[in-house]
Structure formats: structure tokens, C-alpha cells
């Protein structure tokens, strides 16, 4: 591959990518360590069991997310997800609210403003989430033995101890960013998710031992997460190629040539977005009857008991509605990242056309029809690799507990990290050219 790409490696590249990797191991040490670093004034242990009996909430994917910070009553137990958060409403609020589409346009001057807004917005986030959790571990978990301290005590310190460690990530991520490679929040998300699998893999290779999975499943659970690795790097590096021309620019005394292009559409707009939110949504209202008892009174009403029942399980009512959501995120998420308005502009004042269409109205009419298509591909692709453990589980009855939004979110980070990595490679590459070009100017002027 990189011989391919016609790099020179020379002294000057590996240093700054070894710097760059350097301080990426180093950030996420520091994550892994503080992920150990318990709130002072719980009882980690009970709390751990509890969490165990609570599998299945919005509070196990929390954990998952945030490298089992959560069940070891961390410093880091929200993670990133406050960030996340601030990050899809302030962008959300940026297409539709004037105030945030005035200061978009303003270019670099606006994205700092921008990542501002985001910044308190993750602060105000983690305030009010620590606030919670601090409030729901001993309240809603039905256990006041959690805590050591007094309860009021206690939640000012683990409130403080959370927005702080939130904080923190926060900065810290952002120096990824800047300083290392790939984005930051991903990072630490890719790090969560990747800490659980050993617990995983060794948990999968005792149940084949133990003869509660046979060899036959194992290799047939093997080959089918080959396969899903496989459809992910090939989904999300393939892309619907509009083909565009340019009319004949007159410079001068000189008439250029039609010149084309294309416009490219990625499949897979949206990314992991519309499965963490869907996930979310749906063992929500399982959380609230773990934490207010809903169970108990649930069971007096046959028709809610069962619909809550179905909702919670894996089965053909639980499948048509993840379906569902996925693609309604997908479609929701992809139209309001992607303008077709302004990317139709865009193509009539660069003098650029799509064959056979009309720029203007008719261009914007066709970009939507593709978007559509290419919106419903990518929620069918998301639906299916989300969803192929849970048929697993559900049709071979064997007590897996690895997620496809988990794999889903592994595989694109890594394949973030490798394009950064080659981006740098090649800037570094040129930027070694441009010195020495600029050295030859000056010796031949000087």
C-alpha cells in the first residue's frame, strides 16, 4: 500500500508520525488509568453487582462506551457521551436556528465559535447527567449502602468529580485531535468498546470448552464476524460518483476544455449515529422500570407488561422496530447534514453541470433522488450489521454478548486511523518537496 501511494520515507516522516503515535498512546494510558480511578465515597463493588443485575439498561451501554469506567464508579464514568451530545444538537441547531447558520458562515472564525458553544453545552451536559447519576445510583437502585458518606455530601463530590473528569476528556480528546492521529472522541469510544473484548473472547472460548457452544457454532459465529468486518471497510470506503462537467472557460486569448469530475457521495452518510441513537431509545424505557419499579405494576396490566416484554427481547417485533428507527435516524441524520440546496449552488456558480440535467431546481431534484437511494442502502447496511449478533443469539440460542454497533464503531475508527495516517504520510511528503524547491529558487535568485 504505501509503496503504492510512492512514499519516500526519510527521517523527517517517521519522526512526526512517531511524535503523533507517541502522544496517542501516551492520552490513552491516561485514559485507561483515570477509567480506575474510583469517586471518592461509594461502595464500587456493591454497585458493580448491581450494575451486573441491571444488564440491559441504558446504564450497560453507558459502561460499554465508556471502557467499564461506569461499573467501576470512575472519574471517567460519563466518558464522552456528554460531548457527544452538545456536538449533534449544537450542529443540529447550526442548519436550522438563523443565529447558528449566520456564525457557520464565517468560516474558520465561526468554527471557533462554534466549538465554544460546544464546549459549555458539554459542561452544562455533564453537570446535569452527573447530577442524576450521582442522585439515581442510591435513589432508584434501591440500595443506600452505596453510599459512605451523607447523601448530600456525596453528591456534591461525585457531581464535581464527573463534570471534571468529562472536562478533562474533553481537552484531552481535543489534543488527540490536534496533536496525535484520528479524532479524539472516536478514540476514546474505539478504546471502551475495544477494553471489553478480552472479557469477551474469554468468556466465548469457556462456553466452548465447557460444551455450552459447539465447534461447529464458534466457527460459524467466526466466519460471520469475518464476513461483517469485510462488509463494513468495503461499505464505508465505496461511494455513489456523480459524474459533473465544467463549460469551456475563455482566460485570456486561451479557451479551456470541458474538464469533469465527480461529485462524491458516500454510502454510509450518517455513520454509527442513528445505531447508538436507536440503541439508546430502545432500552430506555427498560432502565425506567429497572430504576422506578414500573415492572411491579406493569404486571398487573397484561397488554402493557407484554408490549414492554417484547420491546426488551430479541424477536421479530424487537427487529421491525430497530429496523425502523434506523432508517428514520438515517434519513433524519443524512438530510440535514448534507444541503442539497447549497450543493446545488454551489455546482451553478463553479459553472459545473450534471449530463442531461438542468443546474438549478433540476440538479437539487436529482442530488435528493440519489440521496434517498443512497440513504436507504446505507440504513439497510446499517440495520443488517447491528442486527446479525442479535439474530445469532435469537436463532442459535447462544449467549453472546458482543454488539454490531460495537463492531460497526471498531471497524470505522480503524479505518479512519489508517486514511490519517497515509494523510500524513503524503502532506509530509510534499511539504518536503516544497522545501526544496523553495531552496532551489533561492540559490539560483541569491
Known amino acids: 500500500m504505501v509503496q503504492k501511494l510512492g512514499l519516500n520515507f526519510n527521517k523527517s516522516n517517521f519522526n512526526e508520525l512517531k511524535i503523533r503515535i507517541l502522544f496517542l498512546l501516551f492520552a ?39 471502557g467499564g469506567a ?47 458553544y460546544i464546549r459549555y453545552t458539554t459542561v452544562f451536559f455533564a453537570f446535569f447527567q452527573a447530577l442524576l447519576l450521582s442522585f439515581s445510583l442510591p435513589h432508584f437502585l434501591s440500595s443506600y449502602h452505596l453510599v459512605l458518606h451523607p447523601i448530600h455530601y456525596y453528591c456534591f463530590i461525585s457531581t464535581i468529580s464527573l463534570v471534571t473528569g468529562t472536562v478533562f476528556l474533553m481537552w484531552l480528546a481535543e489534543l488527540i485531535t490536534e496533536k496525535g492521529i484520528g479524532n479524539g472522541i ?33 466457527f460459524l459465529i467466526l466466519f460471520f464476524f469475518l464476513f461483517l468486518i469485510y462488509l463494513v471497510v468495503y461499505v464505508e470506503c465505496s461511494y455513489r460518483q456523480v459524474p459533473i462537467f465544467y463549460a469551456r472557460r475563455q482566460y485570456t486569448n486561451r479557451i479551456y476544455s470541458n474538464q469533469s469530475s465527480y461529485l462524491p ?42 408490549i414492554f416484554i417484547y420491546i426488551r427481547s430479541s424477536n421479530i417485533i424487537y427487529f421491525s422496530v430497530y429496523i425502523f428507527l434506523i432508517i428514520f435516524f438515517c434519513y433524519f441524520y443524512n438530510f440535514l447534514i448534507f444541503n442539497i440546496k447549497d450543493t446545488a449552488d454551489n455546482l451553478k456558480k463553479s459553472s459545473a453541470f450534471i449530463p442531461g440535467i438542468r443546474p438549478g431546481l433540476n440538479t437539487e431534484h ?81
Open 186 to 218: 472516536s478514540i476514546f469510544i474505539f478504546i471502551g468498546v475495544v477494553s471489553t473484548l478480552p472479557a469477551i473472547i474469554i468468556n466465548t472460548c469457556m462456553q466452548v470448552i465447557l460444551g455450552q457452544i459447539s465447534l461447529y457454532v464458534f
Open 265 to 306: 457521495i458516500k454510502l454510509n452518510i450518517s455513520g454509527v449515529i442513528p445505531a447508538i441513537f436507536t440503541s439508546s431509545i430502545l432500552v430506555f424505557p427498560a432502565t425506567l422500570c429497572s430504576w422506578f419499579d414500573i415492572y411491579a405494576i406493569l404486571n398487573k396490566y397484561y397488554f402493557l407488561n407484554n
Open 70 to 116: 461506569l461499573n467501576r464508579v470512575s472519574i471517567f464514568a460519563l466518558g464522552v457521551v456528554p460531548y457527544i451530545s452538545a456536538s449533534i444538537i449544537i450542529q443540529l441547531l447550526s442548519l436550522v436556528v438563523p443565529f447558528f447558520k449566520e456564525i457557520k458562515k464565517d468560516g474558520d472564525s465561526g468554527r471557533v465559535k462554534i466549538n465554544e
Open 366 to 446: 436529482y442530488i435528493e433522488k440519489i440521496l434517498l437511494r443512497v440513504t436507504l442502502i446505507g440504513a439497510l447496511y446499517i440495520s443488517f450489521i447491528c442486527l446479525t449478533p442479535d439474530f445469532l443469539k435469537f436463532f442459535l440460542k447462544i449467549p453472546f454478548s458482543f454488539s454490531g454497533t460495537s463492531l460497526l464503531i471498531i471497524v470505522v475508527v480503524i479505518i479512519d486511523f489508517i486514511s490519517q495516517v497515509q494523510t500524513l504520510l503524503l502532506t509530509s511528503k510534499y511539504k518536503n518537496v516544497l522545501k526544496k524547491s523553495n531552496l532551489y529558487f533561492n540559490k539560483k535568485n541569491y
Open 28 to 66: 490513552v494510558i491516561i485514559f485507561r488509568l483515570g477509567s480506575f480511578i474510583p469517586i471518592p465515597g461509594i461502595n464500587a463493588i456493591l454497585l458493580s453487582k448491581i450494575l451486573f443485575q441491571n444488564h440491559g439498561t441504558i446504564l450497560d451501554a453507558l459502561n460499554i462506551f465508556s
